[in-house]
């Protein structure tokens, strides 16, 4: 496996890595991938920083902000068309496997 760096953005936390596998038995089979990873960790803390200072008891308005993706998740659920579904969106945003991304309590 031979792996090189093509980007990495301090300011969003990205890393793009170009990555090529070989099955070593030539060209056919071989693998190659673009990996974009970002770290989280701060967009996780604000979230959970907004969540705890949101008035539980406060109706969600129209545009009340509700969550924040990172952008790789979020161009990931692009891709799957979830985006653009807002009964898909909900439904990703409501899935307790990603309370972290959300900026607010309670349901959709």
């Avoid at 803390?45 to 200072?53: G, L, P, V």
């Avoid at 692009?78 to 900026?103: A, C, S």
């Amino acid at each position: 496996m031979d792996r090189r760096t093509l980007d990495i953005d301090a300011l969003l936390g990205t890393r793009t890595d170009f990555i090529y596998e070989t099955n070593g038995i030539g060209l056919k089979g071989d693998n190659i991938i673009i990996s974009e990873t970002q770290d989280v960790t701060d967009i996780i803390e604000a979230n959970r920083r907004s969540a705890n200072e949101t008035d539980r008891h406060t109706p969600h308005g129209e545009w009340s902000k509700v969550a924040s993706i990172p952008l790789t998740i979020y161009y990931d659920l692009k891709r799957q068309g979830i985006t653009e579904d807002q009964t898909r969106m909900k439904k990703w945003l409501n899935d307790p496997d990603n309370k972290y991304f959300r900026t607010r309590a309670g349901r959709l």
